[in-house]
């Protein structure tokens, strides 16, 4: 069975947390986000264990300590680990915005919220034209350095640096290669259902897409009225 993390003052949010997600997961409890940086920085091994970790922060965390307990963790482990509940200022948003983790508030139906930990953990993924080398993804002249966050055009060495969300929109329309993927679909299976506005989709598939157009064998391109798709042409995907 997966593990899950609560992280934070030990109060009636993790007994509510770990009563409802016990039956999908083992629950570990941390005291604090103080005590989660330490543990990261001092005994990397348990932590990696975790398959994912729940934060409950407040509008008092610092946001220095935040960012300096979430930067350790992502080093190692993927933002699709981690997810913060709790009712947050806006700068506190936005710095998580900036490192890729969801913030889902306060969830008012505790079932859907596991349910949303579960889907993170075991994406759904479709029969996909690309390879993959755990930390790789590979198709026609393009390699996707997952931990590294990096996109290089094989023939040429061309090396782009790639932001966690854009990441995960490369697994997600890799997976579905040559297929559209709309945008309700994109938005449920990067930002796992939030609401996000149109623009910020944009924003990051225009960015995304220009990293792509130096690439002679693969084109990101907007299908309108059926969303995004990934196409690969000329050499045969490896």
């Known amino acids: 069975m997966s593990t899950v993390w609560l992280v934070g003052q030990p109060d009636d949010w993790q007994d509510e947390f770990a009563e409802t997600l016990s039956?999908?997961?083992g629950i570990r409890r941390i005291a604090g986000l103080r005590n989660?940086?330490?543990?990261i920085t001092i005994a990397d091994e348990p932590v990696d264990q975790c398959a994912y970790c729940i934060i409950r922060l407040t509008p008092s965390d610092p946001v220095m300590s935040?960012?300096?307990?979430?930067?350790?963790?992502?080093?190692?482990?993927?933002?699709?680990?981690?997810?913060?509940?709790?009712?947050?200022?806006?700068?506190?948003?936005?710095?998580?915005?900036g490192l890729g983790v969801a913030n889902i508030g306060w969830p008012s139906d505790m079932i859907q919220t596991a349910k949303l930990i579960k889907s993170l953990i075991r994406p759904s993924g479709r029969n996909s034209g690309a390879s993959s080398r755990s930390d790789f993804i590979t198709f026609g002249?393009?390699?996707i350095n997952i931990p590294k966050?990096?996109?290089?055009?094989?023939?040429?060495?061309?090396d782009e640096p790639l932001t966690p969300k854009e990441i995960r929109i490369v697994q997600v329309l890799s997976s579905a290669m040559n297929t559209a993927i709309g945008r309700d679909e994109l938005i449920d299976q990067v930002w796992a259902g939030l609401k996000v506005s149109s623009s910020t989709v944009d924003s990051h598939m225009s960015r995304l897409r220009k990293k792509f157009e130096q690439s002679f064998e693969c084109q990101l391109e907007t299908k309108y009225g059926c969303g995004w798709i990934l196409s690969v042409s000329g050499a045969a995907n490896r």
């Open 23 to 25: 039956g999908f997961f």
């Open 36 to 39: 989660f940086g330490r543990l």
């Open 66 to 97: 935040i960012h300096a307990s979430l930067s350790r963790f992502l080093r190692e482990h993927h933002p699709s680990q981690v997810c913060v509940v709790g009712d947050l200022t806006n700068e506190q948003r936005s710095l998580l915005e």
């Open 141 to 143: 002249d393009v390699e």
């Open 149 to 158: 966050g990096r996109l290089r055009i094989l023939a040429t060495g061309v």
